[in-house]
């Protein structure tokens, strides 16, 4: 059974940073596309980054120059570096995972940026 695991989540001051870490397991081959997205509340989800097995990587507007996503294929990982991070990066962050046609998500983990 596939799972999608998020870590690393939490409080934050304005212009701090934190990590987020996924890790996929139950797989035999390597996930295709991995990406993070959010949803604040009253928000719809929204992707933030993604990166290919290639390593190929995609961000939204509102975090490029500020978040940074990679991948440790070897892990079936993929981590979030975000930085410089704003109250309006407050939300859900969940990790999805393009496996076998298929997309799975995991639970969420939550960032909340505030003073």
């Known amino acids: 059974q596939v799972q999608v695991v998020e870590s690393g989540g939490g409080l934050v001051q304005p212009g701090g940073s934190l990590r987020l870490s996924c890790a996929v397991s139950?797989?035999?081959?390597?996930?295709?596309?991995m990406g993070w997205y959010r949803q604040a509340p009253g928000k719809e989800r929204e992707l933030v980054a993604t990166?290919?097995?290639?390593?190929?990587?995609n961000s939204a507007d509102s975090v490029k120059g500020r978040f940074t996503i990679s991948r440790d294929i070897a892990k079936n990982t993929v981590y979030l570096q975000m930085n410089s991070l704003k109250p309006e990066d407050t939300a859900v962050y969940y990790c999805?995972?393009?496996?076998?046609?298929?997309?799975?998500w995991g639970q969420g983990t939550q960032v909340t940026v505030a003073s």
């Open positions: 999805n995972a393009d496996y076998l046609g298929r997309n799975y």
């Open positions: 990166i290919g097995s290639g390593g190929s990587t």
């Open positions: 139950g797989i035999i081959f390597r996930p295709n596309a």
